[in-house]
């Protein structure tokens, strides 16, 4: 950086101010960093998969190429939920970007809405490919505890719960964040636990009765294939890979009833609730009780190749 351009990439990046003589700056020092990253390098197509780390949005929005950018999430509700992103970058990569491909159905309309001034040029949806044979694969591995994961009982009393066909295992994967909805998951499970003493409940925090919590895990898949039902609590997703990795075992499924994967769920493959506490409480009752509706199978095959299609047509210069 010279003194200037250090001092306007603090006012863009810390104090969020954003305007040309800043913008003309920080133009600078990207095109100088993609010539001194990549010197003499032509790149055809440029792709910002993860979405929300700001040097990469504003490093790609420079390049000389086809610049994509994947929205994987309801973006105005994570700035307000998490405020996990620079919103000016966000605003920048809107503007400046060829494509803006959303995971699912849905995510479109939060595009657009999200910045009211600020129309993308393509919005296209892209879901995520599954890696199937991975899934399995893993899925049938011995369950590992690794010093790193934390886990509040013993391996071997964790093995003893799952291979016990008496017992009904609830289980829930996501990282430990306050949209993932799993504090009100664990009080509507305690008066289902009232209820049974044979459920139990895996969640990937302090031990409580029948509530088992694991983080930092590696491979979940063993522990989610001995699961009796995948239960989905967040108050808002984009499209969990985690439905479909429990599809792809052939656990069933509750969710739920929010916008992000409600598209996808009500063709048939998941049970969906009242968004809220008693939602998920009247949900694992019924599962409980044996009387929830059976649901449709997943051909995770022609999922993918679905999503193959649309990544390639995603490339093409001239799509729509």
Request: neutral net charge.
């Amino acid at each position: 950086y010279t003194i200037k351009e250090f001092i306007h990439t603090l006012m863009y990046f810390k104090l969020g101010i954003d305007n040309k003589i800043i913008r003309k700056s920080l133009e600078k020092v990207y095109q100088r960093e993609i010539k001194r990253i990549y010197p003499n390098m032509k790149f055809i197509i440029a792709i910002d998969f993860c979405g929300y780390d700001k040097q990469p949005i504003n490093f790609i929005a420079y390049m000389d190429a086809m610049k994509i950018r994947y929205n994987h999430s309801n973006m105005k509700a994570e700035q307000k939920t998490r405020n996990n992103f620079h919103v000016p970058s966000l605003q920048f990569a809107y503007k400046t970007y060829d494509k803006i491909a959303v995971v699912r159905e849905g995510l479109e309309e939060d595009v657009k809405t999200h910045f009211k001034n600020i129309i993308p040029k393509q919005i296209k949806v892209v879901h995520n490919l599954n890696d199937i044979q991975g899934i399995l694969q893993n899925a049938n591995e011995p369950i590992e505890i690794p010093e790193k994961t934390y886990c509040n009982i013993e391996k071997e009393e964790l093995e003893s719960i799952l291979n016990d066909e008496n017992k009904v295992k609830f289980i829930n994967i996501g990282r430990f964040s306050i949209e993932k909805g799993q504090v009100r998951l664990i009080e509507a499970f305690k008066q289902v636990q009232q209820e049974n003493k044979q459920a139990y409940l895996m969640i990937e925090d302090e031990k409580l009765e029948n509530i088992i919590i694991i983080k930092n895990m590696d491979n979940p898949y063993p522990i989610l294939k001995k699961c009796n039902l995948f239960v989905l609590s967040s108050y808002y997703e984009g499209l969990p890979m985690t439905i479909m990795e429990s599809l792809i075992l052939n656990i069933p499924i509750l969710s739920v009833d929010i916008e992000g994967p409600r598209a996808f769920l009500s063709q048939g493959y998941a049970y969906l609730v009242e968004e809220s506490k008693q939602g998920l409480l009247e949900g694992m009752q019924k599962y409980m009780k044996k009387d929830m509706p059976e649901c449709k199978k997943f051909d995770a095959e022609e999922f993918n190749q679905k999503a193959i299609e649309e990544f390639y047509n995603l490339l093409k210069k001239d799509a729509k």
